[in-house]
């Protein structure tokens, strides 16, 4: 259809407005989550769990905003929005993916999500405010590649700078927001083009 190269807008402004929401939630709603309450938790029920694992929970003795536990709430309407935006758009286009795969394909990025924060977290020791967005920058760098944007690639990069090099934490959130409404504005607004294609469609 045309325009089609530009249907990645859609997933840059679900991310912004999602993460328009984190901001929102924690200006509101402000919690804070403590390591003291991080190792009440170790000995639930008499669990006992490594020294180790003890360790890695309580990295800091400081009180940490929950914003960066919000990322993962984040990701997953990510997910879950922009699976359902390709499948649409693809009955459409009258070349509907296989609905199991597809329900298969979505399942394993929801899954991937906790699981490559929780890598970040014990294997890199990686703050909760880097983590989150470092995941995210995994993702654009997918829909970069998918949809062979050079646009998406530029806010990528912005992305990145500002969400984890510059502003970790709740300002960052807030900047990389805007950066991604730009980027989707921008991709609304360019002259339409001919269809290049996407990296599954020449798969």
């Given at each position: 259809?045309?325009?089609?190269?530009?249907?990645?807008?859609?997933?840059?402004?679900?991310?912004g407005?999602?993460?328009?929401?984190?901001v929102?939630?924690?200006?509101?709603?402000?919690?804070?989550?403590?390591?003291?309450?991080?190792?009440?938790?170790?000995?639930?029920?008499?669990?006992q769990?490594?020294?180790?694992?003890?360790t890695?929970?309580?990295?800091?003795?400081?009180?940490?905003?929950?914003?960066?536990?919000?990322?993962?709430?984040v990701?997953?309407v990510?997910?879950?929005?922009?699976?359902?935006?390709?499948?649409?758009?693809?009955r459409?286009?009258?070349?509907?993916?296989?609905t199991?795969?597809?329900?298969?394909?979505?399942?394993?990025?929801?899954?991937?999500?906790?699981?490559?924060?929780?890598?970040g977290?014990?294997q890199?020791?990686l703050d909760?405010?880097v983590?989150?967005?470092?995941?995210?920058?995994?993702a654009?760098?997918?829909?970069?590649?998918?949809?062979?944007?050079?646009?998406?690639?530029?806010?990528?990069?912005?992305?990145?700078?500002?969400?984890?090099v510059?502003l970790?934490?709740?300002?960052?959130?807030?900047?990389?927001?805007?950066?991604l409404?730009a980027?989707?504005?921008?991709?609304?607004?360019?002259p339409?083009?001919?269809?290049?294609?996407?990296?599954a469609?020449?798969?």
């Amino acid at each position: 259809m045309g325009g089609t190269r530009r249907r990645y807008w859609f997933p840059l402004a679900l991310l912004g407005f999602a993460q328009l929401v984190l901001v929102a939630v924690e200006l509101l709603w402000p919690s804070r989550v403590s390591s003291s309450a991080v190792s009440g938790f170790t000995n639930l029920q008499g669990v006992q769990m490594s020294r180790e694992l003890v360790t890695a929970l309580e990295v800091s003795p400081h009180v940490t905003s929950s914003v960066g536990y919000g990322w993962l709430w984040v990701l997953a309407v990510a997910v879950l929005g922009v699976a359902a935006w390709y499948f649409v758009l693809a009955r459409r286009a009258g070349t509907p993916p296989r609905t199991g795969r597809f329900v298969l394909l979505v399942l394993g990025a929801l899954v991937a999500v906790p699981l490559l924060d929780l890598l970040g977290f014990l294997q890199f020791r990686l703050d909760a405010d880097v983590r989150g967005p470092m995941i995210t920058t995994l993702a654009l760098v997918l829909l970069a590649w998918f949809e062979r944007s050079a646009l998406v690639l530029v806010v990528t990069a912005v992305f990145v700078l500002v969400a984890v090099v510059f502003l970790p934490g709740l300002p960052g959130v807030l900047v990389s927001a805007v950066a991604l409404l730009a980027g989707a504005f921008a991709a609304l607004v360019a002259p339409a083009g001919p269809d290049p294609g996407t990296a599954a469609d020449t798969a």
